[in-house]
T-cell receptor, first 113, second 114 residues
């Protein structure tokens, strides 16, 4: 069966450019999470959706980060005016419902030059 | 606040030897605890989870972990290491309330020596 799919797998952008990262969760999964994993670190929580509602965005590092899930399925993480410190792997995870195990995608490796 | 500490960023074992990866948590509420494995350029795969049922949890690939409340620990073990076990391992916790987002440790890289 299909797992969590993220695209692109790799993204290189110049400082100041806007980027958009896509996440296709497992079909039927209500909960969706975004995490940021810096090199050599564990993933850190960014934001959480229950269906289309963004219930927690406390982990977003600045107002340059924006996430949406308009139809309760596919989600997009957008970073505006990228900075070098935004370079990281961005992981998306989905779960059947709140409290259920999270299934992770392979991530998008973002490099800001 | 929830936090997870993994002691030892790198662990090396010989093939066939015992694997022991350490994880301690701090929490003001009983946590749900998880171990994930990450292979290079891949996402995280769930090995096992503790959700307040049995304290000894068995997972995939022969791994198991024991929840010890008195020690606030959830160490991961495997009796006999295999070459394919070489990867990064992350301990994670969630409170089981609210968003249920995971709090991760910094990871332990396991090397298996032939």
């Amino acid at each position: 069966g299909a797992g969590v799919s993220q695209s692109p797998r790799y993204k290189v952008a110049k400082r100041g450019q806007d980027v958009a990262l896509r996440c296709d969760p497992i079909s039927g999964h209500v909960s969706l999470f975004w995490y940021q994993q810096a090199l050599g670190q564990g993933p850190e929580f960014l934001t959480y959706f229950q269906n289309e509602a963004q219930l927690d965005k406390s982990g977003l590092p600045s107002d340059r980060f924006f996430a949406e899930r308009p139809e309760g399925s596919v989600s997009t993480l957008k970073i505006q005016r990228t900075q070098q410190e935004d370079s990281a792997v961005y992981l998306c995870a989905s779960s059947l419902d709140r409290g259920q195990p999270q299934h992770f995608g392979d991530g998008t490796r973002l490099s800001i030059l | 606040a929830q936090s997870v500490t993994q002691l030892g960023s790198h662990v090396s074992v010989s093939e066939g030897a015992l694997v022991l990866l350490r994880c301690n948590y701090s929490s003001s509420v009983p946590p749900y605890l998880f171990w994930y494995v990450q292979y290079p350029n891949q996402g995280l795969q769930l090995l096992l989870k503790y959700t307040s049922a049995a304290t000894l949890v068995k997972g995939i690939n022969g791994f198991e972990a024991e929840f010890k409340k008195s020690e606030t620990s959830f160490h991961l073990t495997k009796p006999s290491a295999h070459m394919s076990d070489a990867a990064e391992y992350f301990c994670a916790a969630t409170t089981g309330t609210g968003a249920n987002n995971l709090f991760f440790g910094t990871g332990t890289r396991l090397t298996v020596i032939p």
